[in-house]
C-alpha cells in the first residue's frame, strides 16, 4: 500500500500545496477560465472542488490528470511533472533532481 511520506500537518507540505494551488489557479486565468467553466471540462460537479485546490486543501487526483492538462491547455507530461513537485517532491527531486521543469 501507498502512504506519502509527507505528514499532512507539516509546514512545508501545506506551503508546497499552496504554492501548486497558485500554480493551477495561474494556469486557469491565463486560459481564461472561470472555476466553474474549469470544473466543467475536468468533468467535477462542484466549482467549489477548484477553489479548495486553489488553496492548498487536496489533491488532484492522478486519475484526472489527463484532464486538468488538456483543460488547461498544458502539455500532460509537463502538467504532470510540474504537479509533482507540490504534490510529491521527493518522488520529483528523485526523477528529476535539480532539472528545472518547463511551466
Same mark, same amino acid.
Given at each position: 500500500?501507498? %502512504?506519502?511520506? *509527507?505528514?499532512? %500537518?507539516?509546514?512545508?507540505?501545506? $506551503? @508546497?500545496?499552496?504554492?501548486?494551488? *497558485?500554480?493551477?489557479?495561474?494556469? +486557469? $486565468?491565463?486560459?481564461?477560465?472561470? *472555476? +466553474?467553466? @474549469?470544473?466543467?471540462?475536468?468533468?467535477?460537479?462542484?466549482?467549489? &472542488?477548484?477553489?479548495?485546490?486553489?488553496?492548498?486543501? !487536496?489533491?488532484?487526483?492522478?486519475? +484526472?490528470?489527463?484532464?486538468?492538462?488538456?483543460? @488547461? !491547455? =498544458? $502539455?500532460?507530461?509537463? &502538467? =504532470?511533472?510540474?504537479?509533482?513537485?507540490?504534490?510529491?517532491?521527493? %518522488?520529483?527531486? =528523485?526523477? &528529476?533532481?535539480?532539472?528545472?521543469?518547463?511551466?
Amino acid at each position: 500500500m501507498y %502512504t506519502s511520506p *509527507q505528514r499532512r %500537518t507539516s509546514s512545508e507540505t501545506i $506551503e @508546497l500545496r499552496k504554492d501548486g494551488g *497558485q500554480w493551477l489557479k495561474s494556469l +486557469r $486565468e491565463a486560459k481564461g477560465l472561470s *472555476q +466553474r467553466k @474549469l470544473a466543467d471540462l475536468i468533468g467535477t460537479d462542484y466549482y467549489t &472542488f477548484i477553489s479548495q485546490l486553489e488553496t492548498g486543501r !487536496g489533491r488532484i487526483p492522478p486519475d +484526472r490528470y489527463t484532464a486538468w492538462a488538456e483543460a @488547461l !491547455g =498544458v $502539455e500532460p507530461r509537463s &502538467f =504532470v511533472k510540474n504537479i509533482l513537485k507540490f504534490y510529491d517532491p521527493i %518522488t520529483y527531486d =528523485v526523477l &528529476f533532481g535539480n532539472e528545472q521543469s518547463s511551466q
